[in-house]
């Protein structure tokens, strides 16, 4: 009997070209993908509920799977996590009905950012954005407040992205800081590609005064790419959470 699981996994995306399989790259579902034909000694795809970039990291990241395999479900997670490499760590394994998909079931995500007002730090570089220069706090939690509620992010999406539809809602957008540390978090029904990093790089903007926060408004109704151009750094991007 085919069993179908689902899997929570997180890894650190610095020494990933991103998540999604490709020919002659290191990859977050290349290397699961061995590890369970080496498990199942046949090939398996996974299916995960969105792709991350390469140097973004995710901490509930989710995937599922179908194997023939008749393995108790406590020994999954363990058998998984003694073959992958010490960069990704299976947190969680169930068994799911088939109709389960790790994206189309998927009801909020939350993705999470990073920055570090502090001096430069090499050791923490990879995980972080640092910004050495003097921002203005109250007018990125201005900016960011605006980003709540169902809009259009074309602008704030790259020109890439196949979807046709890029409404999306965000329920929450919010900031904490804690000793020059901010964390920016944001939970919504689904993200674009690049969209998250878009947002940042115009809260980033804002914040040090390069842009007004009236440009938001203009971006959502108005399909003009050119005026977001800058996309946050990679490394301080986090998938932090997938609800179903």
């Not at 947190?91 to 009905?97: H, R």
Request: proline content about 1%; hydrophobic content about 35%.
């Amino acid at each position: 009997m085919i069993k179908r699981l689902k899997c929570i996994v997180s890894y650190d995306g610095s020494r990933f070209q991103g998540y999604q399989r490709q020919i002659n790259q290191r990859t977050v579902q290349g290397e699961i993908e061995k590890a369970l034909k080496i498990i199942n000694k046949e090939p398996i795809t996974i299916h995960s509920s969105g792709r991350t970039d390469s140097r973004v990291h995710a901490y509930g990241q989710v995937f599922h799977f179908d194997s023939k395999l008749d393995i108790k479900m406590e020994n999954w997670k363990k058998a998984i996590n003694s073959i992958l490499p010490k960069d990704i760590y299976i947190k969680k394994v169930d068994i799911v009905d088939q109709d389960f998909h790790a994206r189309f079931s998927a009801k909020k995500k939350e993705y999470r950012y990073y920055i570090s007002l502090n001096e430069y730090n090499p050791i923490r570089s990879q995980y972080v954005c640092f910004i050495n220069r003097k921002i203005e706090l109250n007018l990125i939690e201005k900016a960011l407040n605006l980003f709540e509620g169902t809009h259009d992010f074309t602008s704030f999406s790259s020109g890439q992205h196949v979807e046709k539809n890029k409404v999306r809602t965000i329920y929450e957008a919010k900031l904490n800081v804690k000793d020059k540390e901010l964390e920016f978090i944001f939970i919504g029904n689904g993200f674009l590609r690049y969209q998250v990093r878009i947002m940042m790089g115009t809260l980033i903007e804002i914040g040090l005064g390069k842009k007004e926060i009236n440009i938001i408004e203009y971006l959502f109704n108005n399909y003009d790419r050119a005026k977001a151009r800058y996309t946050a750094e990679a490394q301080g991007l986090y998938l932090y959470n997938v609800e179903y």
